[in-house]
Every structure is written in structure tokens, then in C-alpha cells.
């Protein structure tokens, strides 16, 4: 059976997708729809028709999930932030834990290991501490809001009920400023026009605020203005202009320049203060961070004396965490501004007993085991999306640390990885634990122990 664009089906979720859309088969024929959810039968559009899988618009729910919500926010469905929204929360947690088992199954041919429940949010709304709105003009419109799912086109969000809960006014304030200013935004397609990206970055329990406007230009003559129009908000600690000419669809380049206050807010994970600065990685969910450090830090299971290496370790968070209780922390990141960050928080937390270090993990990780003779005792990993260089992992076979602490966003790249380390006979699985990072939407964090045998 050959199927086309503008196709209209009724079919039956099975599964569901890595960004929370429904998958249906026709005939073999993959599926993807979203806004459904597994066991519902709807009527669909296919809107893309690819050799061996397609698009599909849902045009009616027939058979909805008993589980299946009224979304609060009025973008659900168009925006691609929350793609879940329409699932229960409670759903939502058993969905993830379902996701990494069958990740470690499929991926990794983990059959029998047992993944434990997912650590959910008290209160799954305004979560987030960083939002990237991506600024663009439409139709002689200007758009600010999120990428809907799949595509580049912007969903105008007034009030994202999952980001901070001073963005939509910083936002409406920024539209009034690009307007009065008569200041262009920036075309992917042409590469021309000046305002990229508006970042916004909350401290949870500092309520420091940072707004970094990202440009396509190598300065910025609106600073003044800029720096009066934001001068209504009290909390605003931080401006950053970061300068981004590449034509690609990374967010920020690498200069930053900061036009109003310090170059950094702070923010506290547990009785630790961080120094947080534009370009660096800081988790997006300060709550549910806690959580996650305090299973890292539980897996690590340090007495004292132990000697530890976090491989991807940003501005030192978990390194810190972990230095509390362990005779010595080396940290390895390959952000300059992060490893900085994470030099000042060891001496803000008064914590002596970690060093850090610039450059890739596959890199220095090496050079620290064969040069600096470091034989860890516990490594742990908290990679992006793409997982571990394969070098890594295999010279973490050759130093065989007593235990690995895997910290992951990507449950597929981490099945991948276990499967390298626990092949080999020396590792084996011992703990897996999801923690909810990123409700309303397909994504989850987990935590692994990989044991020696
Ligand atoms: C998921 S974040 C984790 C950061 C930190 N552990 C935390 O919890 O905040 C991954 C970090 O790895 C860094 N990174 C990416 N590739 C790297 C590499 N090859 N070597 C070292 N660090 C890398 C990124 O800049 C980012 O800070």
C-alpha cells in the first residue's frame, strides 16, 4: 500500500514518540501523530508522506484515552515546548519510566534490569529557570514565542506555564523596544536582520534575573535603550548582548557582552551557591536538580577517601555536591566560561578539594589517568544529548573505577553506552532511576550506578 500526502486514515497508537507525539502503524507503515496518546483510535491527514514512515494531522479523536486531559495552556497542541500536556502528570511519570526500560531493552538488550519509579514534580508548572525565545518577523509581524514540534515556525506564547513567571512581561517589554526602535529580526533563510534570541535565566531562590539578547552583528548600538526599557524591573541583576553572526541553528555565539550589572546571576542547589554566566550549562529545573544530585551523590556512595573525576561537569555542580563527602573531586568540562564559573563556586562554598579542568572529557580524562598517574575511584558522566565519546567509555574499561555514576538526558544514547560498558564483563547495571526534569514534555533525566563485577 502506497501512502500519500493529504491521505486520511483511521488508526491505532501503539507508542509514543521521543517528543511525546503518538505512533501508528498502516500496514507497517510508521506513523507519527502528534497530540494523541497510546491506545487511542483517531481519524489523521497525513500531512508528510516519507518512503517508510509519515506525518500525520489528527482531524478527530475517536477513542480518547481515559487518561487524556484538557491542557491549561491555550498554545498546547501548536506549541512544540509541551507535548504532553493533554497526558496526566501521573501518566506522564509512568510513560518515562516505560521509556528508559524499553530504551535499555531495545538499545542496550538489558532485559532484566529493573528501573525504579520516576521522582515527579510537586507542582509540574512554571518549573523552568531558563527560556530561549526565538524572535522572528512573520508577515510583517513580529513573533516571539517557541518553535512549534517539527518545524521553525513561532507560536506567539504570552504566558508559558511552564517558564518564569516574569518572561511574559520581559517579553512584551523587549516587542515594545524592537518595534519603538524600528529594529529588524533576524531571517534564518537569508542570514540578515539583527535580534536572534531573547534569553531569560531566573535563580530559583535567589530571584536574580538575567536577560541576554542574542544579535546577528559583531556590536550593538540599542544598549542604552535596551537597559532603560528593562529598568522597570527591579530584579533584573544582569544584560547580556551576545553576538552571534553564524549562520546555524545554534542559539548563542561564542562573545558575550554584558551591558547592565554583573556578568552572572547565582542560584543555590541545596546549601550550595553557583555563579551561573551566559554561556553556561546550569540545570533547567532547580528543584528536581536537588533531587537528581542527591541520587548521583547516593549511587557515588562516598566515604571519604575516595578519589572521583566528573567527566561533563558544567559550572562544577555535581562536582561540588560530591566533593563534600570524597577526599578529592577533578571536574572536566569544555566550556572556558563554565570551568570559571565552577573555579569561583568551589571558592564561594569553600570547598579545596576539587580541580577543575578545560577541554574535552575524552581528551583530559586521558591525560589526567596516564600523565597525572589519577586513579579514580568513582568517575561520574553527565554528557548532553549524544552520550559518551566511544574513547571514553573505552578508557573507563581500562581504568575500572569502582563504580560509574551516569547521569543522562537521552535514555537511547545511554542505553548505548551501558551496553558498551556492561558488555565487556567487567560492569553491570545495578540501580536505574528516572527524575522528572522536564514535564508536559517527552524528555527524562536518569541516573545510573554501574557497578564492577
Ligand atoms: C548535561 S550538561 C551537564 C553539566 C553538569 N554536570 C550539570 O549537571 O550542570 C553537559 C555538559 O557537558 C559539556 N560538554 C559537552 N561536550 C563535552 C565534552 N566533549 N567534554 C567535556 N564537556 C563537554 C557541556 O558544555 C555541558 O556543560
Do not use: W
Request: glycine share 8%; net charge positive; charged share 30%.
Amino acid at each position: 500500500m502506497t501512502i500519500k500526502k493529504n491521505d486520511i486514515y483511521i488508526i491505532k497508537i501503539t507508542d509514543i514518540g521521543n517528543s511525546g507525539e503518538g505512533i501508528g502503524k498502516i500496514d507497517g507503515y510508521t506513523l507519527f501523530v502528534k497530540n494523541t496518546l497510546p491506545e487511542e483510535e483517531v481519524k489523521v491527514l497525513v500531512v508528510k508522506a516519507n518512503k517508510s514512515y509519515g506525518y500525520g494531522k489528527v482531524i478527530e479523536v475517536l477513542k480518547p484515552s481515559p487518561y487524556r486531559v484538557e491542557p491549561k495552556c491555550d498554545v498546547a497542541g501548536r506549541c512544540g515546548g509541551c507535548t504532553l500536556q493533554h497526558l496526566e502528570y501521573k501518566k506522564q511519570l509512568e510513560l518515562k519510566k516505560n521509556k528508559v526500560k524499553q530504551n535499555l531493552i531495545r538499545i542496550g538488550g538489558f532485559e532484566n534490569v529493573e528501573v525504579k519509579d520516576t521522582i515527579g514534580m510537586e507542582n509540574p508548572y512554571h518549573y523552568r529557570n531558563k527560556s530561549q525565545y526565538p524572535v522572528k518577523k512573520e508577515n510583517d509581524k513580529l513573533n516571539i514565542g517557541f518553535y512549534s514540534l517539527g518545524s521553525h515556525k513561532i507560536v506567539n506564547v504570552k504566558n508559558c506555564l511552564i517558564g518564569g513567571e516574569y518572561d511574559s512581561e520581559i517579553v512584551a517589554k523587549i516587542t515594545e523596544f524592537i518595534e519603538e526602535n524600528n529594529i529588524s529580526a533576524y531571517d534564518e533563510k537569508t542570514g540578515k536582520g539583527l535580534i536572534r534570541h531573547i534569553i531569560i535565566r531566573i535563580g530559583y531562590f535567589t530571584g536574580e534575573i538575567m536577560v541576554c539578547l542574542v544579535v546577528n552583528s559583531k556590536n550593538f548600538k540599542f544598549k542604552k535603550e535596551l537597559i532603560n526599557c528593562l529598568s522597570i524591573f527591579g530584579n533584573i541583576s544582569s544584560i547580556v548582548i551576545n553576538y552571534n553572526t553564524n549562520k546555524t541553528n545554534v542559539i548563542m555565539g561564542e562573545k558575550c557582552e554584558s551591558i547592565k550589572g554583573n556578568d552572572y546571576i547565582t542560584d543555590k542547589i541545596g546549601d550550595l551557591t553557583f555563579k551561573i554566566s551566559p554561556l553556561s550549562f546550569f540545570q533547567v529545573n532547580p528543584l528536581q536538580t536537588n533531587k537528581l544530585y542527591s541520587v548521583a551523590l547516593e549511587y557515588a556512595n562516598l566515604k571519604g577517601d575516595e578519589v572521583v573525576i566528573d567527566a561533563y561537569c558544567g559550572i562544577g555542580t555535581i562536582s561540588l555536591f560530591l566533593a563534600q563527602k570524597a577526599k578529592k573531586v577533578y571536574g572536566v568540562e569544555i566550556v572556558p566560561d563554565a570551568i570559571k564559573n565552577a573555579k569561583e563556586n568551589a571558592k564561594i562554598n569553600k570547598i579545596e578539594n576539587a580541580e577543575f579542568f578545560v577541554g574535552k572529557s575524552e581528551d583530559i580524562v586521558p591525560k589526567l589517568y596516564n600523565e597525572e598517574k589519577i586513579k579514580p575511584d568513582v568517575i561520574v558522566v553527565d554528557p548532553p544529548r549524544k552520550g559518551c565519546e566511544e574513547s571514553l567509555l573505552r578508557l573507563m574499561l581500562d581504568i575500572k573505577p569502582e563504580r560509574i555514576v551516569y547521569v543522562s538526558c537521552d535514555s537511547a544514547t545511554l542505553a548505548r553506552d551501558l551496553k558498551k560498558l556492561c558488555e565487556s564483563g567487567v560492569y553491570e547495571i545495578k540501580k536505574v532511576q528516572p527524575v522528572d526534569m522536564f514535564g508536559h514534555t517527552g524528555h527524562v533525566e536518569s541516573v545510573v550506578l554501574v557497578k564492577r563485577k
